[in-house]
Structures are given as structure tokens and as C-alpha cells.
């Protein structure tokens, strides 16, 4: 698996401000870091949310809102952050072919950042072949067009390590919240994770397994809880012992690693 931006650019974590309009924030940022140097001035660094089914885009919070791909009105440009896929739990209603067509529209979409949620769920009652089938597709889809993974799973962990293994673009395991071996494994693989509500009850190994994920590849996510990200930052933050200023930094410094370019 490889980053999408050379290392030695997300180094330089010199973007450290929102502004709407991807390719605009890069020059942005740069702009702003060269009055940071300058003056000595720090600015507020945003609190990133990178998997919420909420609008909650403010000048505190870069929030990236995942959208069903079937509910998209491709005639219009969304004007947010946002990813989008078949869930699992409706792949059942879609042919394959209607599935291409839709996501081959995604792709004209400026304000896409990542393709998901998908992956694979074996609890829920759409057919498992069927699932495959369209997780196959979103993949091919995010390589041909770089763009990050952002995955939901459910007790599938045997089949989708075996596409971790292949595939060429960062994949975020969104809502984690697995065992600590697992967790090794997934972090040989080179997976992201990202953290949701779950988190505000700990328990004591769940604790250790945020612990040993590596900060360059953890992210923070409230998904459909109403409980604000930045809740959800501080608990984190507590769990690492470290600061909310390091941990806001260190998630900025992953998402313009990731998704910016
Ligand atoms: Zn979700």
C-alpha cells in the first residue's frame, strides 16, 4: 500500500487551515504557512472528522460526509468534502452495470475525496457474492482515479486483508474497534484507523489497542453519533496522553497526507 503524497510533503505539515476548494487549500495553506514563518503567528489548527453522516463543516471542523451513492443528484456539483459508495447493506438492490455507471459520474465530482463507505459485511442480509462483486468495482474505481479507501467491516476481516494486500491506494478501517491482534495485522498492512464513539466507553483493552496504533495512521470520526468530534478528540487524547494540540495536529498532518494533492 503507498501514501498518495510523497512522504517528505505531508513532513512539512505546513498546511494547517480549511478552505473550501481543494487544490485552493493547498496554495492556501502554503500562503498561510509563509505568514506563519514570517510573523511567528500559529494558526488554529481544524479538528478533522473524516466519516460523519451530519453537515458540521465549520471554521473549527473539516468534516468529509459520507453520502449513499444512489442518493446523488449527479446534475448538480456538491460543494462539500465528501465520499460516497455503495453501502454493503444495499448492494443488493443495484446491478453491476448500474453500479459502473453511477461511480463512473462520481468521478466528475471535484469535492470527492474518497470512495466509500464499502467493503464487506456478513452480518447484514444482502447476498455475500453480491457484495464482493461491487466492493471489486469501488476498488478498481479508487485506483484508477487515487482516491482513498474509506471501509466499513463486519466480521469479514479474513476476506478483505486479502485485497489489503494488493491494493494501491491508503484504506481507512472506519468505526474500528478490533482486538489487539488484529490490530497488529492490520497495521503490518499499512491500514488506517479511524475511531469513533465507541470510544467514549472504553474498555480496558480497547484502550491498549488505541494505544498501539501508530499516530500517522489513526483518524477520528463521529459517523452518526451526535456527540461533537471534539469530544471525541479530548477522550482520545486522554487514552494517548498527549495533548489536544499534538492530537489535533498529528490527524491534520494524516488527512493532507492522504487526501490532499
Ligand atoms: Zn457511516
Not at 447476498?127 to 467491516?153: G, N, T, V
Not at 465507541?198 to 499516530?215: G, N
Amino acid at each position: 500500500m503507498r501514501q498518495l503524497l510523497p512522504n517528505s510533503l505531508a513532513d512539512n505539515n505546513f498546511i494547517h487551515y480549511w478552505h473550501p476548494g481543494l487544490k485552493s487549500l493547498y496554495l492556501f495553506c502554503k500562503y498561510h504557512y509563509f505568514w506563519e514563518k514570517r510573523y511567528s503567528i500559529k494558526l488554529e489548527i481544524p479538528f478533522i472528522d473524516i466519516h460523519t453522516h451530519h453537515s458540521e463543516n465549520s471554521d473549527q471542523v473539516i468534516a468529509v460526509q459520507s453520502l449513499f451513492l444512489q442518493d446523488i443528484d449527479f446534475s448538480r456539483e456538491i460543494k462539500f468534502p465528501f465520499s460516497a459508495a455503495i453501502h454493503p447493506w444495499h448492494t443488493d438492490r443495484f446491478e453491476l452495470k448500474e453500479v459502473s455507471h453511477m461511480l463512473e459520474k462520481l468521478t466528475t465530482q471535484k469535492k470527492l475525496l474518497g470512495i466509500g463507505e464499502t467493503g464487506l459485511d456478513k452480518v447484514c442480509k444482502a447476498d455475500y457474492k453480491q457484495q464482493l462483486k461491487i466492493f471489486e468495482l469501488h476498488l478498481d474505481l479508487a485506483e484508477a482515479h487515487h482516491k482513498p479507501l474509506i471501509i466499513h467491516a463486519v466480521k469479514s476481516w479474513n476476506d478483505l486483508t486479502k485485497y489489503f494486500k494488493r491494493v494501491k491506494v491508503p484504506v481507512i478501517l472506519h468505526g474500528y474497534s478490533g482486538n489487539f491482534i488484529l490490530t497488529k495485522q492490520l497495521i503490518e498492512l499499512g491500514c488506517c484507523f479511524s475511531i469513533g464513539k465507541s470510544v467514549m466507553r472504553p474498555t480496558p483493552d480497547q484502550e491498549q489497542v488505541i494505544q498501539l496504533i501508530p499516530l500517522s495512521s489513526l483518524f477520528i470520526e463521529t459517523d452518526e453519533s451526535q456527540i461533537p468530534i471534539e469530544e471525541i478528540y479530548v477522550q482520545i487524547s486522554r487514552i494517548l496522553d498527549i495533548s489536544l494540540d499534538t492530537l489535533k495536529t498529528q490527524i491534520h498532518k494524516n488527512f493532507n497526507s492522504i487526501f490532499i494533492d
